[in-house]
């Protein structure tokens, strides 16, 4: 990552993809009845609608360039918040559904990591130091969802 306008092309893209994903996950559980997962997806997809407007924003009076789908440099074939597509099923379990999106959130979080662990500009650091922060609390919230469900609860405690 050589540049802000590069890290934040990115992000863009990630948390566009990532938004899509997981409104397509909260979908699917509340067509499959699951409203309490189904609420939970479309709260992760609201937290990356938020994360790819606060993007936008701080691209403001810059000029992010427009990278074709191949152009983009992912650790695997697509973004890393990406939720696996065929987790979109209607049928798909709870605790899949939930597997899926730790891994998704985790790959997220391992990618803005990546970007600040390598990252010599200061405003890359504070920006990918500042998306993996976040990152870090959605991969805490699911791990409590998939504790709480281990422990034969429909969800978490509140707290």
């Known amino acids: 990552?050589?540049?802000?306008?590069?890290?934040?092309?990115?992000?863009?893209?990630?948390?566009?993809?990532?938004?899509?994903?997981?409104?397509?996950?909260?979908?699917?559980?509340?067509?499959?009845?699951?409203?309490?997962?189904?609420?939970l997806f479309r709260?992760?997809?609201?937290?990356?609608?938020l994360h790819l407007a606060d993007a936008r924003e701080r691209a403001g009076f810059r000029t992010i360039p427009e990278l074709a789908p191949g152009d983009f440099v992912w650790p695997d074939a697509e973004s890393p918040e990406s939720a696996a597509?065929?987790?979109?099923?209607?049928?798909?379990?709870?605790?899949?559904?939930?597997?899926?999106?730790?891994?998704?959130?985790?790959a997220g979080h391992g990618y803005y990591a990546?970007?600040?662990?390598?990252a010599s500009d200061p405003e890359i650091i504070a920006f990918a130091r500042e998306f993996a922060e976040e990152e870090a609390g959605h991969v805490a919230e699911l791990e409590r969802w998939i504790a709480a469900r281990a422990a034969g609860q429909a969800a978490p405690a509140a707290g």
């Open 85 to 106: 597509i065929w987790a979109v099923d209607p049928l798909i379990g709870v605790d899949e559904a939930l597997r899926t999106a730790l891994a998704a959130e985790t």
């Open 114 to 118: 990546a970007v600040l662990a390598s």
């Open 1 to 39: 990552m050589q540049t802000v306008e590069e890290f934040l092309a990115h992000a863009i893209q990630l948390e566009r993809e990532a938004a899509e994903r997981f409104g397509l996950l909260a979908d699917a559980m509340v067509s499959s009845g699951n409203h309490a997962v189904g609420k």
């Open 43 to 49: 709260q992760l997809a609201d937290y990356s609608r």
